[in-house]
């Protein structure tokens, strides 16, 4: 598990992501599913670096027109059946 302020730098940069992938030389991006709550910090960022996505939609806010993750959940519980 990998935090913005633990790396000292903001999703959804490149940058966060590179230093995460730094420290899992064995794991490809494509291989590694982003869960998050975040359109636009969590979500967006890890599917333009190649990563599958999971929007945690707990608010359940309105579905953007562009659908820029993979799945969508309004519930923890229902993340185990994608994992």
Same mark, same amino acid.
């Given at each position: ?24 030389? /064995?794991?490809?991006? %494509? ?5 998050g709550?975040?359109?636009?910090? &969590? #979500? +967006? ?16 806010? /309105?579905?953007?027109? %562009?659908k820029f ?8 519980? &229902? #993340? +185990?059946?994608?994992l």
């Amino acid at each position: 598990m990998f935090t913005s302020e633990a790396i000292g730098v903001d999703k959804p940069l490149k940058k966060f992501f590179d230093a995460c992938f730094c420290q899992m030389e /064995d794991i490809k991006p %494509e291989e590694t599913v982003m869960i998050g709550d975040s359109l636009t910090a &969590d #979500i +967006k960022g890890a599917k333009v670096y190649g990563l599958k996505t999971i929007w945690y939609n707990h608010l359940k806010a /309105d579905e953007p027109q %562009e659908k820029f993750y993979d799945v969508v959940v309004d519930k923890l519980i &229902d #993340i +185990k059946k994608y994992l």
